[in-house]
């Protein structure tokens, strides 16, 4: 275990530099990609998914291992936005006026039915779609687990789960595509309106909820980020299954 993943990475990032909280949160995830994978990244490659995309075998089985894995984060995710069971973070949000529509939902960030149509498609064209596993499961477990009790983590994954996709997930996509795909692009990887928009609109309205967090709020949200990059390899790695 590397010194960055021991000490606690959010420590040093709580002396206020970040603009807004969701600086914060990006500053966090940012370290904890390999340098294989970003720029920015700190961490040591060890795994087969750690290493540059470009060195990836990916194959097809795989792939459709890994979409219906995250599908049912996704669904999950969604689920959990649709109808909460966390009374604090709904009062959050109904406390800066958006009321009971909530602020979270129909961000154009939601992948639930792109991923569907994306599944439907394989089976039409005769591929046999898996069941869920246990990379899958197992995060969408936890999610709900988590919504439950603690809506401030939670809204560490509801950031590292769409923006992750919108990032390397996307790099991901061209280059597995390219492999065994045919350069077919996914609807999951399609937004309907201006991405970049989308992403503004959700960073805004994340900094606007955290405003009313009290410090120990955030970093233990800040915290959670290694509990999401851990759940989340997972399921990319079945892509190499
Ligand atoms: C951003 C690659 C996995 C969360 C990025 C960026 C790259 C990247 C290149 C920088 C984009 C920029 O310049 O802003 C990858 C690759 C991965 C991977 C190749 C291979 C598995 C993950 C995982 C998570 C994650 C597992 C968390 C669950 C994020 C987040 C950002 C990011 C939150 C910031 C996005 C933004 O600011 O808009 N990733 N990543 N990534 N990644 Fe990853």
Redesign the pocket.
């Known amino acids: 275990v590397s010194a960055a993943m021991t000490e606690k990475p959010w420590k040093r990032y709580t002396g206020g530099e970040a603009k807004g909280f969701?600086d914060e949160?990006?500053l966090v995830?940012?370290k904890?990609?390999?340098r294989?994978?970003?720029?920015?990244?700190e961490m040591e490659a060890k795994a087969p998914?750690?290493q540059?995309?470009e060195e990836w075998e990916p194959t097809l089985d795989g792939y459709l291992k890994f979409l219906v894995d995250i599908k049912v984060v996704y669904d999950t995710l969604e689920q959990i936005i649709e109808k909460p069971s966390f009374p604090s973070l709904l009062s959050d949000i109904e406390s800066m006026g958006c009321g009971a529509d909530g602020e979270f939902r129909n961000t154009g960030l939601e992948r639930s039915e792109k991923l569907a149509k994306d599944l439907k498609w394989f089976e039409e064209k005769g591929y046999g779609v898996p069941e869920a596993s246990s990379p899958g499961v197992a995060y969408a477990k936890y999610l709900k687990q988590l919504s439950e009790k603690d809506p401030q983590a939670f809204i560490c994954?509801f950031?590292?789960?769409y923006?992750?996709n919108?990032?390397?997930?996307r790099?991901?996509a061209k280059k597995v595509a390219e492999k065994i795909l045919d350069s077919r692009e996914l609807e999951f990887y399609k937004w309907d309106g201006e991405l970049s928009q989308l992403?503004q609109n959700v960073?805004d309205k994340l900094n606007k909820v955290a405003e009313n967090w009290s410090r120990e709020d955030k970093n233990r949200c800040l915290g959670e980020?290694e509990i999401?990059?851990k759940?989340?390899?997972e399921i990319?790695r079945l892509m190499l299954s």
């Open positions: 969701v949160m990006r995830a940012m904890l990609h390999t294989q994978q970003a720029q920015e990244g998914e750690e540059r995309v994954h950031y590292n789960i923006f992750a919108t990032a390397g997930g790099i991901i992403l960073r980020t999401s990059f759940f989340y390899r990319v």
